[in-house]
């Protein structure tokens, strides 16, 4: 166990998670240690939301040239049960669709012989010609990377055509495992690894938004799928761009690999909780409900998922056909109910996960999209060794045009609202004694019949004496409950204790810590509760029923990087409005003469390192900074501000401004915990108001929360300080009639 909490520590100090240790949590870290990393690190990227979408998929198509070992959806021309859509069948789905309230089509299918890019690109204009304001989420790499082979075009070139069409971002589809090997076991003809990641790193640099899944649970490794996930975080680290990962758990029914079974539901959540420790680069990790089923979804919320994809409408059959969810509809009412019931926020989104503001949640009305705070601006790169690794030759298009003249070109459509048949399943023979006579049961029950019409009385009088046993047990039984219904707990007060610690309290009083929000106070250390619900009050106990769960908010562990701002050639009063707004701190002012300016920045460094204005240094928020600060000899001196009765960062803030320095910080008895520092007030300072100190002075200063002490001290101050001012002002009155004086006497 000390492994695991090594591991479980450096993840919360923010460190990367190694293959190795990923495969060890995996194998040995117990479950509900995974659930709290997780959802540390979600809450972290995402808060309290849980992201949905209103969405349906047009599958044109269930014809596919590949037959990989998995899939249930796949069928050969000619085959009964194989459908394929025409452009114009597209659009017309397209324009059934006009009157739903969607914001996405997720188009995917087969990879189907006669279908080139143009028809693909056809397909997403007539969609988008019919649904303008909703967003195509089309193709998975491997059907792009099929059509712009036997286009002999390159990839570049073919997303350009897609996009050009609407396309506006890519799923996740076909990665399945990345390992060669494994991936010719299971679907020897996909595209490999390197080129669906060469399809997806082009659509990155060329602006659009991808996902990208994993296809786990079958024969694979562990070792397989870490290392699947490493290529993703390796490629989102050179060139962005997943919005989101989906781990896919395999389905068994209706195909080849069904011997392998389905794994377990403590698999599922233990896969989708290392999926969102080890991708700290891709924003969303989505449990997709049309694969996990309802009540697996709502326990990912629980293990770092932060999506659960969209109402689909009956709209897919990927699943179903391999033993998901039947007709996979969810209203918005059913998936918000189901974030909620974890406690957690749902937040429609959009393709682009920008929220989706909704005037009402009546069906007809318009829905329009948030705007992002602040838009990305993505470069538009055409990277040209993709180009260049994935056009393709002549000869890989004639292959490929033999392959599709040996399928006969017999394509049934499926009639609307056809089902696949529902398959025969035999039912259970009716139990017997193996000889073909009566069952035991059918036996034991003449016996009982015949003792009771031999003994009738005997007979009556056990059954009363069985019926007042069963009353007697139902008594027991009510009175145990009503106990323990009356079983209160007063609710401790976990605010500024660490979540370990009040891991360890709540466990002792049968409570439940469940963490729904963090914050960043770089003065508390990472763990700290900063917040419960329901909280506790000075006047009365609030009390809980055993099993309760209590919401925290906690100070998160990962203190974010940012670049450091380059803030020097300034005032000093610009340069500490930059730092405070970019959440730095200032480490020190160090004065120096000059001859020109009083209170100009010269320059600035970090940890002893020079920052210019071209540096790109990013440091943790909070990080200290040091400003080497201009003054003239005549001014040397700055007069002490007034900060009694002010929050620490206000008399920080003051003191930088007005040419101090921070020294010691010092809390008197009344604050007893860490939590307390952030309420306290300064009740006294080492510094005299309104009197004279050489600039870079260090000021100590005194906090307390105790209100009547702060506020008394600082109606003496204010009182100091208004003499100090009166002072200052009779002295500047003094010196300039003296002044006057002296030129009156010089003309005379
Ligand atoms: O690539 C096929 C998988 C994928 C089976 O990007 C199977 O938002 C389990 O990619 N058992 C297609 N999985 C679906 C997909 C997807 C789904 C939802 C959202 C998004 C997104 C993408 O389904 C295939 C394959 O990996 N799959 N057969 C099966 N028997």
Redesign the pocket.
């Known amino acids: 166990m000390q492994k695991i909490n090594d591991i479980a520590a450096s993840i919360r100090r923010g460190e990367r998670l190694t293959a190795a240790d990923a495969i060890t949590l995996w194998r040995e870290a117990p479950l509900w240690l995974l659930g709290e990393l997780a959802t540390e690190r979600k809450i972290e990227a995402s808060g309290r939301n849980v992201y949905y979408n209103r969405n349906v998929h047009l599958e044109p198509s269930n014809i596919c040239l590949f037959n990989c070992e ?4 796949r069928r050969k021309e000619g085959d009964p049960d194989a459908w394929a859509m025409s452009i114009d069948e597209v659009e017309a789905r397209a324009k059934e669709l006009r009157s739903a309230d969607i914001t996405e089509v ?1 188009i ?1 299918g087969g990879v189907h012989p006669k279908h080139d890019l143009d028809t693909y690109v056809e397909m997403v204009r007539r969609v988008k010609s019919q649904l303008p304001h909703v967003a195509v ?1 089309a193709y ?1 790499a491997v059907e792009i990377f099929y059509m712009i082979k036997r286009e002999g075009v390159s990839v570049v070139e073919g997303l350009r055509r897609l996009m050009d069409a609407g396309m506006e971002c890519i ?6 495992i990345f390992d060669e090997a494994l991936r010719k076991k299971i679907c020897p003809d996909k595209c490999s690894s390197e080129e669906w990641l060469a399809v997806h790193r082009a659509a990155h640099n060329m602006g659009l938004s991808t ?1 990208c ?1 994993m ?1 786990y649970g079958h024969i694979e490794t562990l070792e397989q799928r870490v290392d699947h996930l490493e290529r993703l975080r390796k490629l989102q680290d050179e060139a962005p761009g997943f919005d ?1 990962f ?1 781990p ?5 029914r209706n ?1 080849r690999l069904s011997e392998a079974g389905e794994c377990s539901v403590e698999e599922d959540l233990r896969t989708i909780a290392i999926s969102r420790i080890f991708l700290d680069n891709i924003p969303h990790i ?1 449990a ?1 409900w ?2 996990y089923g309802r009540n697996t979804t709502e326990m990912a919320l629980s293990f770092g998922a932060d999506d659960i ?1 969209g109402t689909i409408g009956d709209t897919t059959k ?2 179903s056909m ?1 033993g ?1 969810t039947e007709r996979p509809s969810m209203s918005v009412e059913e998936l918000e109910a189901m974030v909620r019931a974890v406690g957690m926020e749902p937040v429609e989104r959009d393709s682009h996960y920008n929220l989706v503001a909704r005037k009402s949640d009546k069906a007809s009305d318009v829905c329009a999209v948030a705007p992002s705070p602040e838009p990305e601006v993505i470069e538009n790169k055409e990277p040209e060794s993709v180009e260049d690794s994935v056009t393709t030759t002549n000869e890989q298009d004639k292959d490929m045009s033999v392959k599709q003249d040996v399928i006969e070109p017999k394509v049934k459509q499926p009639a609307k609202g056809e089902e696949p048949k529902p398959k025969t399943t035999k039912k259970p023979a009716k139990r017997s004694d193996g000889n073909g006579g009566e069952s035991k049961w059918a036996k034991a029950w003449d016996g009982l019949k015949r003792t009771y019409q031999r003994f009738p009385i005997l007979s009556h009088m056990l059954f009363i004496l069985l019926f007042c046993l069963f009353l007697l047990l139902c008594l027991y039984l009510g009175l145990k409950w009503g106990t323990r219904h009356n079983n209160t707990i007063v609710v401790p007060d976990f605010v500024g204790m660490s979540i370990e610690d009040a891991r360890g309290v709540a466990k002792d009083k049968e409570l439940n810590i469940v963490v729904r929000d963090s914050i960043f106070d770089v003065d508390l250390p990472g763990g700290t509760i900063v917040d419960q619900l329901p909280g506790t009050s000075e006047v009365r106990d609030v009390t809980v029923k055993p099993g309760r769960k209590i919401y925290v908010t906690i100070n998160a562990y990962n203190r974010r990087k940012v670049l450091v701002p380059y803030v020097a050639k300034q005032t000093l009063r610009q340069a500490l409005n930059q730092i405070e707004r970019s959440g730095f701190t200032i480490e020190e002012l160090v004065y120096q003469p000059n001859m020109t300016s009083t209170d100009y920045v010269e320059r600035q460094t970090v940890g002893g390192r020079e920052i210019g204005p071209s540096t790109n240094r990013e440091m943790p928020v909070g990080t200290g900074i040091t400003l080497y600060v201009n003054y003239q000899r005549e001014n040397s001196n700055t007069v002490a501000p007034r900060v009694v009765g002010m929050s620490l960062a206000k008399a920080k803030s003051s003191l930088w401004d007005h040419g101090f320095n921070v020294g010691e910080i010092i809390y008197d008895e009344s604050v007893s915990d860490i939590i307390e520092c952030r309420t306290a007030r300064v009740y006294m300072q080492s510094a005299k108001i309104g009197s004279s100190y050489r600039r870079g002075t260090k000021v100590d200063i005194y906090l307390s929360t105790d209100d009547a002490l702060v506020d008394s001290l600082r109606l003496i101050a204010d009182k100091e300080a208004d003499r100090a001012e009166a002072a200052r002002r009779k002295a500047q009155r003094e010196a300039e009639e003296k002044m006057r004086a002296e030129e009156a006497e010089a003309n005379n």
Request: glycine share 12%; hydrophobic share 30%; proline share 3%.
């Open positions: 998995f899939c249930s959806f997720h995917v989420k998975t799923p996740g589809g076909g990665a399945e996902n899944t296809l989101a989906i896919l758990k395999y389905h068994s195909n989505k997709y049309v694969s994809d990927i699943y391999a998901g």
